[in-house]
């Protein structure tokens, strides 16, 4: 009696187990293709739910199957590793890519700074952003003029536009401004110069894309405007665009700045796939640069085009701002 029940048990728990499985590699694979998601506004609030809140749970899902793990099957065990590197894939481990360090390139480098600054330009948030580290070029968002020319007395040429900000060792020209009003809102989001660089000239894009805020606030709180939410995702796609499309029509490109998005958001894929991150490129383990109280994600970019090979890159460790500042070095590719 008392073996029938247990082989009763055994079959439920096996068929629960099996469940639990598909449950799995169903999400692995729906959090995996984030990136290729169709531009459908059935899937925004959806979309950004998985973009933009903490990640972990995937993992702490998956490990779940380890309670079933005496009833899975050989091929279901056997499946199991890949679905806990979809998870740490989906929590954005990164591991440099091998081509990173095979280069024949020699020569002059040059060094780029991105940090949204947040609460302005005083001193006192500017004094642990990473700055001693000398980078050529220093690019902000979210920047007040005021102190930034103390802090950055040594740098030659500078200008702030929007709080949009440059300090730059090198000459450059300011080419073009993207601003809002082109789909009804306000402030810039761009900024593009051409830099003359030991490395030649370069084209530069200093973005701060439209935040995607009002949605996730909606999330927490639980009231969902769609409305509002196919505007955000709208401007945030026109956004995106207009800068691609300067992209794919210069050379020697770098575009830096807090883009508002994840590398795994369907907006970037479509748009900036084309050129290469650095912190993908050449990063090691998990570079959030966004904080919460309790996790984390990484926003802020800097992309640069095949005409450069990356020799360094790192996520500064900041206690100003929610932001942590990306810093990356370069030298030419050929």
Not at 11 to 23: A, M, S
């Amino acid at each position: 009696m008392k073996n029938k029940q247990g082989k009763k048990q055994g079959k439920i728990i096996k068929r629960l187990g099996f469940g639990y499985f598909i449950g799995c590699c169903l999400i692995s694979l729906l959090v995996t293709l984030l990136p290729y998601w169709p531009h459908s506004n059935s899937l925004i609030i959806a979309k950004y739910a998985l973009l933009f809140g903490p990640r972990w749970w995937l993992l702490v899902v998956v490990l779940g199957l380890f309670c079933f793990w005496r009833y899975l099957s050989m091929r279901q065990r056997l499946l199991s590793p890949l679905l806990i590197l979809l998870s740490l894939n989906y929590l954005d481990l990164q591991l440099p890519s091998m081509g990173s360090y095979f280069s024949a390139s020699t020569g002059p480098e040059i060094s780029l700074l991105s940090a949204n600054i947040g609460g302005g330009g005083s001193i006192k948030s500017l004094e642990n952003i990473g700055f001693g580290k000398k980078p050529d070029i220093v690019l902000l968002q979210e920047a007040r003029r005021v102190s930034l020319a103390k802090v950055f007395s040594h740098y030659p040429y500078k200008e702030c536009v929007s709080g949009l900000c440059i300090f730059s060792q090198f000459p450059f020209q300011k080419t073009q401004v993207l601003n809002r009003r082109l789909f009804g809102g306000w402030g810039d989001f761009a900024v593009f110069y051409q830099v003359h660089t030991p490395l030649g000239t370069v084209s530069l894009a200093n973005v701060h894309f439209e935040t995607p805020r009002s949605i996730l606030m909606g999330l927490i709180y639980r009231y969902f405007d769609f409305q509002l939410a196919k505007s955000v995702e709208s401007n945030r796609q026109f956004e995106s665009d207009l800068v691609s499309l300067w992209s794919q029509s210069t050379s020697n490109t770098f575009i830096v700045g807090d883009f508002n998005m994840p590398q795994d958001e369907n907006i970037y894929q479509r748009n900036f796939s084309h050129l290469n991150n650095a912190i993908d490129t050449k990063g090691i383990g998990f570079n959030a640069t966004k904080h919460t109280s309790w996790y984390g994600v990484r926003i802020d970019h800097i992309l640069y085009s095949d005409d450069f090979k990356i020799t360094a890159v790192e996520v500064i460790d900041s206690s100003s701002g929610d932001h942590r500042p990306v810093m990356a070095t370069f030298r030419l590719a050929k």
